[in-house]
């Protein structure tokens, strides 16, 4: 199957754009055009992410997403995928989010902070483990810019994974302190117990998803480079945020996380 021209990419990649400034949704892309591969999709995220960079943002990370049966179960793909994380997406806990949200969701994450650089391809778990210079307790905030989030893998691929926002604890703990496959986690939305999970729903370990993005990337020529922020992947399902909630993460050995998503305006 041919790959899309660069002015189809171009375009596809300007309609999700200006669904984020517009906060209107648009329809699945493969309705349109159900031809799309995922090579297609990650050409269309890299160039939204060039777009972004080019108006100022800086590449703080990068996010491993549908890494858990759960989350594949969900959305309904049978892979992980990956997007960037650049500088506007990062917001300070405790603090309300202003940002503009379409119909977000949330998901407590272990995010790793890189010491050194990991590039694939042949990286192993014993290469990541060395490259984690610490880990926090996080929640990312996913979001879609397609409709009802009726997303198959191609177009949550081209919609940057779907991210939308990431609040990181400010606990770091040495990979060496804790065990990620058996660290458990309580996720609470205002108060109320909305699930639990442990680090081995994602790919068995968290470690195993940075090692997948390591040798998934770079073929593509990316490297994860000191200082950046991985998220590895939900330990839950995700679960709907409204405005004026307060959704608080803890998880055993790394302390709790908190966000709070800023009221309706009026």
Same mark, same amino acid.
């Given at each position: 199957m041919n790959a899309i021209d660069t002015a189809t990419v171009g375009d596809l990649a300007k309609r999700l754009r200006q669904a984020y400034e517009t906060g209107t949704p648009i329809d699945p892309l493969v309705d349109e055009r159900p031809g799309l591969t995922i090579t297609d999709a990650y050409r269309i995220q890299q160039e939204q992410v060039r777009s972004w960079v080019e108006a100022g943002e800086t590449v703080k990370g990068h996010k491993v997403g549908l890494s858990s049966p759960a989350m594949q179960q969900q959305m309904g793909v049978d892979q992980p995928d990956f997007g960037h994380l650049t500088s506007g997406m990062f917001h300070l806990e405790h603090r309300?989010?202003?940002?503009?949200? *379409?119909?977000? #969701?949330? $998901?407590?994450?272990?995010?790793?902070? *890189? %010491?050194?650089?990991?590039?694939?391809?042949?990286?192993?778990? @014993?290469?990541?483990?060395?490259?984690? $210079?610490?880990?926090?307790?996080?929640?990312?905030?996913?979001?879609?810019?397609?409709?009802?989030? +009726?997303?198959?893998?191609?177009?949550?691929?081209?919609? &940057? @994974?779907?991210?939308? %926002?990431?609040?990181? =604890?400010? +606990?770091?703990?040495?990979?060496?302190?804790?065990?990620?496959?058996?660290?458990?986690?309580?996720?609470?939305?205002?108060?109320?117990?909305? %699930?639990?999970? /442990? =680090?081995?729903? !994602?790919? %068995?370990?968290?470690? &195993?998803?940075?090692?997948?993005? @390591? &040798? /998934?990337? =770079?073929?593509?020529?990316?490297?994860?480079?000191?200082?950046? !922020?991985? *998220?590895? =992947?939900?330990?839950?399902? @995700?679960?709907?945020? #409204?405005?004026? $909630?307060?959704?608080v993460a803890h998880m055993d050995g790394l302390g709790d996380v908190t966000a709070v998503l800023a009221p309706e305006s009026e």
């Open positions: 309300p989010i202003t940002a503009p949200l *379409l119909q977000p #969701r949330i $998901e407590p994450e272990v995010a790793f902070v *890189l %010491g050194r650089e990991l590039t694939g391809p042949g990286v192993t778990v @014993a290469d990541a483990a060395r490259a984690v $210079e610490f880990v926090l307790p996080a929640l990312e905030i996913v979001d879609s810019r397609i409709r009802d989030w +009726k997303i198959s893998i191609v177009d949550t691929v081209a919609d &940057n @994974a779907s991210s939308g %926002g990431v609040v990181l =604890g400010t +606990k770091p703990t040495p990979l060496s302190a804790v065990d990620l496959r058996l660290t458990g986690c309580s996720l609470y939305r205002s108060g109320e117990l909305l %699930g639990t999970g /442990t =680090g081995s729903a !994602v790919l %068995g370990s968290p470690l &195993n998803a940075l090692v997948w993005l @390591a &040798n /998934t990337i =770079g073929p593509l020529g990316i490297s994860l480079e000191p200082g950046h !922020v991985v *998220l590895p =992947g939900t330990m839950t399902q @995700a679960f709907p945020v #409204r405005p004026g $909630e307060t959704v």
